[in-house]
């Protein structure tokens, strides 16, 4: 069972639009949702991140919009650039219980291309 | 650059050979783990070693053997492997008790098995 939906699958959009990436989950006892960036080639890197008692948080152009009633967060990415061609996972993580070690779920991911 | 190191970045092997995957980390953090990433796909966890000792292995094939020497290093012993295990493997770490979510990965070995 997928934890963490993620749509959609592929994404094109033209420089200097906006990109969002949607991404949803049942687990209310998922307390910390990352996003992560990668390039071909590359690790995935930590993008961004929220707490499920934010509902929204903004780092340059990249902005978490979350929505704890419906289990739903999303990306958005402002003035798309060439260089944000990527591909984009969402994911969501729970501590197990008695440990300090936490459990992350990963989307399906999103790959964004950004026509110049 | 990161600050998780992985080596080798890309290795070939027979099905009957044996090889290793190292990776090191110089953050302090006290968790590590391995990922294998398909094509396409996001990663999939191996293994999770907290403070050297093992804490998780999500029923990987006893073809792949985690090893935690210490702190900072963790490798991936390869033996008998398929080639279906062709893919890109992740090495990660965290702090214990910091976000549960926020992992630093690798660049990440490319395996290929023939």
């Known amino acids: 069972q997928q934890q963490v939906k993620q749509s959609p699958q592929s994404l094109i959009v033209q420089k200097g639009g906006i990109s969002i990436i949607n991404c949803a989950y049942e687990?209310?006892?998922?307390?910390?949702f990352p996003w992560y960036q990668q390039f071909p080639g590359k690790g995935p890197a930590l993008l961004i991140a929220i707490r499920p008692d934010v509902s929204e948080k903004k780092e340059g152009r990249f902005t978490i919009s979350f929505n704890k009633s419906a289990k739903q967060f999303s990306l958005h990415i402002m003035d798309s650039q060439p260089g944000d061609s990527a591909t984009y996972f969402c994911?969501?993580?729970?501590?197990?219980?008695?440990?300090?070690?936490?459990?992350?779920?990963f989307g399906r991911g999103t790959q964004l291309t950004v026509w110049p | 650059d990161t600050e998780v190191t992985q080596t080798p970045k890309h290795l070939v092997m027979g099905m009957t050979n044996k090889k290793s995957l190292k990776c090191e980390q110089h953050m302090g953090h006290r968790a590590m783990y391995w990922y294998k990433q398909k094509a396409k796909k996001p990663p999939e966890l191996m293994f999770v070693?907290?403070?050297?000792?093992?804490?998780i292995n999500e029923s990987v094939p006893s073809r792949f053997s985690p090893e935690c020497p210490n702190s900072s290093l963790l490798n991936l012993h390869l033996h008998a492997l398929q080639p279906e295990d062709s893919a890109l493997y992740l090495c990660?770490?965290?702090?214990?008790?910091?976000?549960?979510?926020?992992?630093?990965f690798g660049e990440g070995s490319r395996l290929t098995v023939l």
């Open positions: 990660a770490s965290s702090q214990p008790g910091g976000s549960t979510g926020e992992l630093f």
């Open positions: 687990n209310t006892a998922f307390d910390y």
């Open positions: 994911a969501a993580s729970i501590r197990h219980r008695g440990s300090t070690l936490g459990r992350l779920y």
């Open positions: 070693y907290s403070y050297e000792k093992l804490s």
